[in-house]
C-alpha cells in the first residue's frame, strides 16, 4: 500500500477502533464464524488472520486450533492492534501492526491464511493474494470473505452518499459488475491469478437490524463506513443523514426495527506448494 492508501485505510480503523462491532448490530462476527466454518482450523495448526481488526477471526481461530496451534494477526491500524493485544493478554494470540498488501512474515509458516472483509480495499488484490500464498506452506488453505449482494431498499439509503464519494472511495457493497468483486467467479478468479487451486465459494446471508434510526446512525460511524460519512462537508451532514432516514422508513420491520439482508461470499483456495 502507498503511503496515501494506508494513511486513509488506517486512519479511518484508528478512529473506530474504541466503537467497532460494539454498538449492538449482530454484523462482523456472524460473517467471521462463516468464513472460519469453512476454513476448518484444526487443532495444532499455524494460522494467519490478514486485517484481524478487533478479533472476530482471530480469537475463534484461537479456540480451533488450540494450545498446539498459533495465531498470528495483523491490522494496519495501530489502536486496533493496541485494543486486541489487550484483549489477547494471557493468551498464545501474537497481533501487531502490519499491512495487508505485503505482510512481513516468512515464507512456508502457516497452514491457513484468513481474510475477512478486507480484499477489496487493496490496492492490488492479486499481489497481497500472491503473498499470502508465499506465507503459506505446501496445500495450506487461504480463506476471504466480501460482500454480495444485499436488499435493494438499503442501496436506496447508501445512495445519498454517492454525490460526495471519490472513485477510489467507493462502498465494496455497492462496486459496478466490472469489479472482481461483484461475483462468486470474480473472486475465485482472483485466487486463481495468484496461483491458488481448488477454489470454491459458499454464501450465507446475514440479517441486519436495527432498534431506531439513531441506532443506525451509530453504526455507520462505529465501522468503515464512516469514512463516507468524513467524506460529506459538516454543514451537509443533516441534511444527508435526514435523507437517509426518510428511506431508512421503507425498511422497517413487522416488530418495529429497521433492517437488511447482506449476503456475504467466502471464497476459498489451495497453495498447490
Known amino acids: 500500500m502507498n503511503d496515501d492508501q494506508r494513511d486513509l485505510v488506517g486512519g479511518v480503523f484508528d478512529r473506530v477502533a474504541d466503537t467497532y462491532d460494539a454498538v449492538g448490530v449482530d454484523f462482523f462476527q456472524p460473517i467471521a464464524n462463516g468464513l472460519i466454518a469453512e476454513l476448518a482450523p484444526a487443532p495444532g495448526e499455524r494460522c494467519l488472520d490478514v ?67 478486507v480484499l477489496f480495499f487493496l490496492p492490488d488484490p492479486v499481489a497481497a493474494l500472491r503473498a499470502w500464498r508465499a506465507a503459506l506452506m505446501p496445500a ?34 455497492t462496486q459496478g459488475t466490472e469489479s472482481p468483486f461483484a461475483s462468486d467467479a470474480g473472486v475465485e ?21 436495527f432498534d431506531d434510526e439513531q441506532h443506525w446512525y451509530r453504526w455507520t460511524w462505529s465501522q468503515g463506513q464512516r469514512r463516507m460519512w468524513e467524506a460529506v462537508p459538516d454543514g451537509e451532514r443533516d441534511a444527508v443523514r435526514a435523507a ?6 421503507q425498511m422497517r420491520q413487522p416488530d418495529g426495527r429497521f433492517g437488511f439482508d447482506q449476503i456475504a461470499r467466502f471464497t476459498l483456495g489451495r497453495n498447490p506448494g
Open 51 to 117: 486485517g484481524c481488526g478487533r478479533g472476530a477471526v482471530l480469537f475463534p481461530l484461537a479456540q480451533a486450533v488450540g494450545p498446539t496451534g498459533s495465531v498470528v494477526g495483523i491490522d494496519l491500524s495501530p489502536n486496533m492492534v493496541a485494543a486486541t493485544a489487550a484483549d489477547a493478554v494471557g493468551t498464545a494470540i501474537e497481533v501487531r501492526v502490519g499491512d495487508a498488501q505485503q505482510p512481513e512474515v516468512a515464507d512456508a509458516s502457516f497452514d491457513v491464511v484468513a481474510s475477512s472483509l
Open 140 to 173: 495450506g488453505r487461504v480463506g476471504v470473505s466480501t460482500f454480495g449482494d444485499y436488499s435493494p431498499g438499503w442501496r436506496e439509503v447508501d445512495a445519498v452518499f454517492a454525490p460526495y464519494l471519490p472513485q477510489q472511495m467507493a462502498d465494496p457493497r
Open 189 to 209: 478468479r482472483l485466487l486463481a491469478a495468484a496461483g491458488f487451486t481448488d477454489t470454491r465459494t459458499s454464501t450465507i446471508t446475514v440479517e441486519v437490524r
Open 244 to 249: 437517509a432516514e426518510e428511506r431508512l422508513q
